[in-house]
């Protein structure tokens, strides 16, 4: 029997969506949708602080693993006594359909998979549709470093379908460290409510330092892949729509 692990929060609801969560037998503490089936999943620690000896005991066929969200190390080790692992990198939206197409063939679910993929290139080619302002801006995920994203992730090339450019235009890292937000060449900034839960607050602590405005964004909805991937090219869609433009007044504070 296919027993799965899943150390990737969007991967374990894609896997759910595949109709695939009986054979769940193990999750991240992050992995919180679909909260009412996850919650009888047991956890097994966090993305990078996984408890392999928990994962031994549940004796999974299979681990689900993503380049950014999990150490190398534990991939490693895991190797040793997991015999499938399923290592995932999308970098852009429409690897969505790859990834869809992956885990359908990996587990038997080829008809939810291509199922999932005619919803996703819907919302893809309606994002596409609308002709949109381009806005550099600098889109944060953590806090104490400041830190943000280059523009060789997937969070960026998602935003850029909905003409939000990220900064800096290049980076050594793909999530670079910032000595301060000082920047003349955003026009607005962005906090992310995740991987730092960003809140409020920090809202105007931000637009004070920069003397530009801040908005809270979902990172579930920038970040995320699998079916959370749609819903966020919907709220993207919205969202950049919601975006006054310079000269008008008022800034908002949240949109989500």
């Known amino acids: 029997m296919t027993r799965i692990v899943s150390l990737v929060p969007s991967l ?51 681990i689900v693993l993503n380049v950014d969200e999990n150490r190398r190390e534990t991939a490693e080790e895991l190797a040793k006594f997991v015999p499938n692992l399923l290592v995932t990198h999308p970098l852009a939206p429409l690897d969505n359909l790859a990834l869809y197409r992956k885990f359908g063939s ?17 919302a893809y080619d309606e994002a596409l549709a609308a002709t949109r302002p381009v806005r550099r801006v600098l ?16 969070i960026s090339r998602t935003l850029a379908l909905f003409g ?13 460290k910032l000595a301060d937000l000082r920047t003349e060449a955003a026009e607005l900034i962005l906090l992310s409510s995740e991987p730092y839960r960003f809140r409020e607050r920090h ?33 993207l869609r919205e969202f950049a729509a919601r975006i006054p433009t310079p000269g008008s007044p008022g800034n908002p504070i949240a949109i989500y």
Request: proline share 6%; aromatic share 8%.
């Open 164 to 176: 939000l450019l990220t900064l800096p235009a290049s980076a050594a890292d793909r999530y670079p």
């Open 106 to 122: 990996a587990f038997g679910r080829e008809r939810e998979a291509e199922a999932l993929c005619t919803r996703f290139r819907a």
């Open 12 to 62: 374990t609801e894609l896997l759910c969506a595949l109709g695939l969560d009986g054979q769940l037998v193990g999750r991240t503490g992050f992995c919180v949708h679909p909260r009412e089936i996850v919650r009888r999943i047991p956890k097994v620690g966090g993305t990078k602080t996984v408890d392999l000896e928990k994962i031994r005991a549940l004796e999974p066929t299979h």
């Open 203 to 235: 809202v105007a602590e931000v637009a004070g330092l920069t003397g530009k405005p801040a908005l809270l964004v979902d990172g579930e909805m920038t970040s995320w892949y699998g079916p959370r991937a749609i819903a966020g090219l919907a709220y």
């Open 139 to 154: 889109y944060l995920i953590w806090k104490d470093p400041w830190m943000t994203v280059s523009r060789d992730t997937y």
